[in-house]
């Protein structure tokens, strides 16, 4: 069983940067892919990244990709994601999800565990 919890979101302007981070419990943490995933209002939640259980291997979607960095930290049991230039279109609830496994993961059905979410709110 992992629990995840989600911190860092906020409001801030456009052009902005915020990171957000995501605690995970147990620990075989390094055994599991991390990816980010948000849901914008009224909208369908949407992949952003995820990393691979090493941090070797990130993949982002071509929405933030150049603005965005995931990355994570074995020792601490937490995963992040740096937001640069941000914009008014990527407000929304970012949900971190976890996937026991060695590769990346891109479908939100792959994950087995989801943290609550933390708002982001880019004002224009």
């Known amino acids: 069983q992992v629990q995840l919890v989600e911190s860092g979101g906020g409001l801030v302007q456009a052009g902005a940067s915020l990171r957000v981070s995501c605690a995970a419990s147990?620990?075989?943490?390094?055994?599991?892919?991390m990816g980010w995933f948000r849901q914008a209002p009224g909208k369908e939640r949407e992949f952003v990244a995820c990393?691979?259980?090493?941090?070797?291997?990130?993949y982002y979607a071509d929405s933030v990709k150049g603005r965005f960095t995931i990355s994570r930290d074995n020792a601490k049991n937490t995963v992040y994601l740096q937001m640069n230039s941000l914009k008014p279109e990527d407000t929304a609830v970012y949900y971190c999800a976890a996937k026991r496994g060695y590769s990346v993961y891109l479908l939100e059905d792959a994950y087995d565990y989801w943290g609550q979410g933390t708002q982001v709110t880019v004002s224009s």
């Open positions: 147990g620990r075989t943490f390094s055994s599991y892919a």
């Open positions: 990393i691979r259980w090493s941090g070797g291997g990130t």
